[in-house]
């Protein structure tokens, strides 16, 4: 990993954690697979810390102009999907 996840400075050590954890796991979603219901877990805390679809859209895309990982389409396939894990190529 050469790369760096988008973080605010005015976030608590849990808040960032949680930012980290999630996009960890959309990281995951392209590489391996991932738990669905541990990824639509980890996006809840995410949204709980960025309630704005502005700032989530600038995450995103802070995340994959950095990593080159879409985090909408692992996020879009977890909520649409019943599968027990996300896998996205």
Known sequence: M??????????????IIDVVNFF????????????REELLAAYRKFKRIVPSKSEEKTYFADFEKSS???????VKQAR??????????
Do not use: N, R
């Open 68 to 74: 080159g990982y879409a985090s909408y389409p692992v």
């Open 24 to 35: 960890a796991l959309v990281e995951q979603a392209y590489e391996q697979h991932v738990k």
């Open 2 to 15: 050469s790369y760096h996840y988008p973080l605010d400075e005015s976030w608590s050590k849990e808040e």
């Open 80 to 89: 649409e999907s019943e599968q027990k894990t996300i896998k996205l190529d």
